[in-house]
C-alpha cells in the first residue's frame, strides 16, 4: 500500500530528525549536563553498547535541534499526511488481518500526532527531542534501540493518546522496580518499551526473560567495557570520513560466532524462545575464518549532513586482495559520475576483467572448496556464476562492451505520446569490432561509416517511428555516442570528451527536481488508475524540494561503497 509507505517515510523523517539534533535548550537535562563533562562522556549512550557488540549504530554528536527540526520540514512535502490518513482510514474496514488492522491502526494514530507538528515547540509538547543522544545495538544478537526524549511525562501522554486511538492496550511489567510496556500478544518474544531517565527504550525480549537479562536490557547493569571506552565509534567516523552524526557497523565474524557458540546471556535467551537450532560451526570454523577475512563486515554512516543536504554511505569491507580486483573492473566512461541533464544512470564494468575475475575466484574455489554442508551452496554458486559468464553472448560482446551511460535531457509530451531528448553513450576498449557486432541487428549503424574521431553522423532508419526525434552518432577511440533530438550534433563530440570519474565507479545515477517536474507533467497527461492527482502533487512537491538526488556503487579503500546523496533546494 502506497500510503503506508509514504506515512511511514514521513515518520521515519522525523526519527531521523530526533537522531541526528541535539538540544539548545536553556535548562540542561541529565543527559545534557553529561554532555558538558569529560571527553569519554561525550555520549552518554555509548556506555550502554559492550565493546563486543555483533552489531551497533550510534551518534557521537548532533546538529543543533532547530537545524535538525529544519532538515525535516524541508523533506517534509506540505499537507502529504492528512491524504495519506485519509486513505488509511477509508481502507481500515477491508483490512481482515488482525496484525496488518494493528498496524494500520497504529500508523494513523502516530499520524496524527505527527501531523499537529508545525514548529519545535510542537514537537516538544509531544515529548519529543530533536537532539537526542541515540543508539540502536546488540546484547549479543538481542536488539536494544534508545534515544533521549524532551520531556518524559508528555511523552507519556502521547504514547497513551497513540496507543487509545490504536485502540491498543499492552501489559505492564516490573523488575527491579523499573515499569515497561509489553507491546505484543503474548508469545515467546515480546517487544517491550521502557521510558526510563527521560529516555525512550525499545528491545525484543524472551516471554520469560530473567531479571538479570532485562537488568542488562533496560541499563541497570551496563557492559564491564563499552564502545565509549574502547574509542571505537570515533576510530570508525575517522577512518571512513563520516559525520558524528550517526555511524555503525555489523561485525560479521563477531556475530557468526555469537550463532554458533552463543556467549551472552541476550543471544542464548532469544535463541532458547524461538526454539531456534545454534549453528553447528564446529566443522565449518575454518571455512567462517576464511570468509570473514574477506568479508570482515558492513559499516555505514553520513559524510553530510546539514541544511543543504545529506550523503548517506554503506561499505562492505573486504580485504585488499577483493579491493584489487574490484578495481580492475572499473572502466572509463565519459561523463560517468556527471550529473548533467535532468537524469541519467550508467555503469563502467570491464566484461573481460570481470570475466577473468570470475574464473579466477570459481578456480579457487574448485581447486579449496568449503568444506562443511552448510556452506555447499557457495561451491555451487560460483560452479553456476563461471557457466554462466562463459557463453557465447557475453563473450561476443563482453571483449567490447565497457560500460554504459544514458542521460535525459528532456521529457514532454508530443502528440499525447511521451518524448524526450538525451545521450546514450557506449564505452568500449574496441569500438569498431562493437559496431560491427551491432551492426548484425541494426545495419543502418554499420551503413554510417562511423570512425574513430571521425564527424557526427546524421541516423536514418525506415523502421524509426515518424515523430521520432532525429537521430545522430558520433565515435572516438573509446565510446560510441548515440543522441536524440540534439539542437546540436556538435553536442556528441563534446561528450566524447567528457571528463570520467576518478572514483572508481561500478555504478551511478542522478535524478534532479526539474525530472520530478517533467514526470508530473507526463503523469498528468497520462491518466491512469495507478497514479492519482495526490500522487502528481507529491512529484511536483519533490521537485520543489530536491535539487539533485544521485545514487551510486564504487571501490572504496575499505571495499564496496554503496552510496546516496541529495542536495535541497
Known sequence: MKTKLSLAVSIALLSAGMLTGCSDDKEPTAAATQQEAPKNNVAPMLQYIPADSPYFMATSESMPEQEAFDFYRRMQP????????????????????????????????????????ETLDDAHALGLKLGPQAALYGLGILPVLRFELHDEDAFRETLQRILTKADLNPSTATTNGTDYWVLTPKGPVNAILAIIDQQLLLSLVPQDASDELLAQVLGSTPPDSNIGDTSALAELEQRHGFTPYGAGQINASRLLIELSTPTHPGTQALMEAVEAEQLDLSACQA?????????????????????????????????????????ALTTQVPGLGS??????LGMGLNLPALLQTVQKYAREVRQNPFSCDELQDLNNAWTEINVAMNNPATMMIGSALSGLRARIDSLTMTDGEPTG?????IASQNPLGLLSTVSAFAPELGALGLEPGGETKKIKSMLLPPDMP??????????????????????????????????????????????????????????????????????????????????????????????????LN
Open 421 to 425: 531528448t538525451g545521450i546514450l553513450t
Open 78 to 117: 506540505q499537507g502529504s499526511l492528512e491524504p495519506n490518513l485519509d486513505e488509511l482510514r477509508r481502507t481500515l474496514p477491508e483490512i481482515d488481518d488482525d496484525v496488518q488492522h494493528s498496524l494500520v491502526t497504529l500508523l494513523i494514530a502516530m499520524g496524527e500526532e505527527l501531523d499537529s507538528v
Open 470 to 567: 532525429t537521430l545522430y552518432a558520433a565515435m572516438s577511440d573509446t565510446a560510441i555516442v548515440l543522441g536524440a533530438g540534439l539542437s546540436d550534433s556538435d553536442a556528441l563530440q563534446d561528450e566524447l570528451q567528457a571528463p570520467a570519474s576518478e572514483r572508481d565507479l561500478l555504478l551511478h545515477g542522478h535524478m534532479t527536481g526539474e525530472f520530478y517536474h517533467s514526470l508530473a507533467d507526463v503523469m498528468e497527461q497520462v491518466p491512469s488508475d495507478e497514479v492519482s492527482a495526490s500522487d502528481i502533487e507529491l512529484f511536483r512537491q519533490y521537485a520543489e524540494i530536491y535539487e539533485n538526488m544521485e545514487y551510486g556503487v564504487r571501490v572504496d579503500d575499505a571495499g564496496v561503497e554503496m552510496n546516496f546523496s541529495l542536495d
Open 287 to 327: 571455512d567462517i575464518d576464511r570468509i570473514t577475512s574477506r568479508f570482515p563486515g558492513l559499516v555505514m554512516g553520513m559524510r553530510e549532513y546539514n541544511l543543504d543536504g545529506l550523503e548517506m554511505n554503506i561499505i562492505l569491507e573486504t580485504d585488499e586482495g577483493i579491493v584489487s580486483d574490484l578495481r
Open 339 to 344: 550529473a548533467e541533464g535532468m537524469a541519467s
